[in-house]
């Protein structure tokens, strides 16, 4: 059974960094693509930036992209978000979702659409940047 487990938000003041890890179990990371999601108070999920298991390929929502970081470590089945320049508005709770490989097509079309199809979300975890 395909699960994910994220770990690593906190709280931070505007400018500061912040490492997400996503660890993937049930399936390799070569069979996956694995993407993070956030949903800010009062707000939908919106996909953050997502990455190809098997080849690596990458995609960041504009709203991160030169902030974040997106990686991923197949030996122990991991993927981090590096979060730079953190900004109040990346205040929310972040969410790692995993699906089989090519599900979406593209890993930008899965941090697009996902949202709209994940009928269940995990614990997730809480990132606060405030002074």
């Known amino acids: 059974q395909l699960q994910t487990v994220e770990s690593g938000g906190g709280v931070v003041q505007p400018g500061g960094s912040l490492r997400l890890s996503c660890v993937a179990s049930g399936f390799t990371l070569d069979r996956l693509d694995i993407g993070w999601f956030r949903q800010a108070p009062g707000k939908d999920h919106e996909g953050v930036s997502c990455?190809?298991?098997?080849?690596?390929?990458?995609y960041y929502s504009d709203s991160v992209k030169g902030r974040f970081t997106i990686s991923k470590h197949n030996a122990n089945n991991t993927v981090y978000l590096q979060m730079n320049s953190l900004k109040p508005e990346d205040t929310g709770v972040y969410y790692c979702?995993?699906?089989?490989?090519?599900?979406?097509?593209?890993?930008?079309?899965?941090?697009?659409?996902?949202?709209?199809?994940?009928?269940?979300w995990g614990q997730g975890t809480q990132v606060t940047v405030s002074s």
């Open positions: 979702n995993a699906e089989l490989a090519y599900r979406f097509k593209t890993v930008e079309r899965m941090c697009r659409f996902a949202p709209g199809w994940i009928g269940s």
């Open positions: 990455i190809s298991g098997e080849d690596g390929s990458t």
